[in-house]
């Protein structure tokens, strides 16, 4: 939706050049869900580095020559830290954001220690893998994920994932969450794929081309239906919306339509304007008694309708 948007807004005609973009997009979500992980990582390494330094003062206090090392030794940290799954996908990435950019290491790290989180963690004496699972789950969900100054970095560093990043914190919260404990000679936690497979994959470019290259087409499958609204006054957001679940309608036989419709209802709650997916809902609702009437609507496979 967003790429169509964009190609409007452009007032572009290469399909392949739009085409490029849209995928580069998907594939920067991967980056900033590796960034977004590697930061408790560095984190974790940052005040490893703290703690030792301050052990060899020469005027080292009691607790800095004998200091608290529950937070470096979190079993979950240290797992992320030796995942072969996550070392490579950053090498395959290229992702070193954080040994160029350390300073936000250090600003995370101070916001991570004044934390009540991390305060109760430190103090409790319960030594338990679920215990360091809760306290990482809810350091990054309270404390690294909400940072301003981390915001306004990756707000920075690339604008398409401003739209991003709740997706990628919300998988990675849940995948914190569902950590089990280290088992030998078995990998524990893994970088996901981008795609579920290569269906998935073909969808996005087949979803994409058929809404771009059937515009015209899509649009006057719903013009009549909107006989109090002047076609030029329905947002342009809303009218890819309804291209493109039209375009799901008709030309993906395997996708429901129920999910089809609840699936465009979201997309405008999320990016519309607050009455856009009433509007929307009662044209899509009429389409579909329409193409059910004229066997307009071919569906394969159980519980499609």
């Known amino acids: ?57 020469h005027l080292a206090t009691a607790e800095e020559r004998n200091p608290n090392k529950k937070f470096i030794n979190n079993q979950v940290l240290n797992m992320l830290a030796e995942s072969n799954s ?29 934390s009540e989180v991390y305060k109760n963690y430190m103090e409790s004496k319960t030594n338990s893998f679920e215990e360091d699972r809760d306290f990482v789950t809810n350091l990054f969900t309270e404390v690294v994920a909400p940072n301003e100054k981390l915001y306004e970095y990756l707000e920075d560093h690339k604008l398409t994932w401003v739209d991003d990043i709740p997706v990628v914190n919300t998988l990675i ?7 089990t404990p280290a088992q030998e000679d078995k990998e524990t936690f893994k970088v996901p794929r981008l795609y579920k497979d290569i269906d998935d994959k073909d969808f996005v470019k087949d979803l994409f081309r058929k809404t771009v290259l059937n515009n015209q087409e899509l649009a006057k499958e719903f013009i009549d239906k909107t006989p109090n609204w002047d076609t030029e006054r329905i947002a342009e957001i809303d009218a890819i919306i309804l291209k493109m679940a039209i375009c799901e309608f008709l030309k993906f036989p395997s996708i429901p339509v129920k999910v089809t419709i609840n699936e465009y209802l979201e997309i405008a709650k999320e990016y519309s304007t607050p009455k856009s997916s009433i509007f929307i809902n009662g044209i899509l609702d009429n ?8 066997n307009k609507l071919i569906k394969t496979g159980r519980g499609l309708m």
């Open 173 to 179: 919260a849940k995948q914190l969450g569902l950590m």
């Open 86 to 114: 996550l070392s490579i996908a950053m090498a395959d990435r290229n992702i070193n954001n954080w040994k160029n950019n350390d300073d936000y290491i250090l600003l995370l790290l101070d916001d991570v220690k004044k």
């Open 287 to 294: 389409l579909i008694k329409d193409y059910q009437a004229s």
């Open 1 to 57: 939706m967003q790429s169509i948007y964009a190609m409007h807004q452009n007032d572009s005609d290469n399909l392949e050049k739009e085409e490029k973009f849209l995928f580069n997009s998907i594939e920067n979500i991967r980056d900033l869900y590796l960034i977004m992980l590697s930061a408790l990582v560095e984190i974790r390494n940052s005040e490893e580095d703290f703690i030792e330094k301050s052990s060899k003062k």
